[in-house]
């Protein structure tokens, strides 16, 4: 899976947001988000706002300046966790697993 497929996934689910080519539609057709723009993945800032629409019931992130990043999380009784290198990578595909979203490796 590609960090782009998983973007979509998540803003599908959580945003309910239609994904286009370049774009995000957000609501009203008038309204979008170039995909560019919208990278939670490698954003911090854009990897919050994820999980803040989760709603998650508890979260906690973690990681040292030497090791790989971790990301718990728990959504209604459902919860996901990760590691990866990049602390907005690991809050995403810990959403992921809490949202039953398969993610075997990311590209």
């Not at 539609?25 to 008038?30: C, I, L, Q």
């Not at 723009?37 to 854009?46: E, G, I, K, V």
């Not at 706002?49 to 992130?61: N, T, V």
């Not at 040292?64 to 990866?84: H, K």
């Amino acid at each position: 899976m590609t960090r782009e497929s998983l973007t979509a996934l998540l803003v599908q689910r959580l945003f309910g947001w239609k994904v286009r080519r370049n774009r995000f539609m957000t609501g009203d057709e008038r309204e979008w988000i170039k995909r560019e723009r919208f990278q939670p993945t490698s954003s911090l800032d854009a990897a919050y706002r994820l999980l803040g629409a989760a709603k998650p019931i508890d979260y906690k992130l973690g990681g040292s300046g030497s090791g790989p990043c971790w990301a718990r999380v728990m959504l209604n009784g459902a919860s996901g966790e990760a590691s990866s290198d990049s602390l907005p990578l690991a809050i995403c595909l810990a959403i992921a697993h809490a949202l039953g979203i398969e993610v075997e490796t990311i590209d």
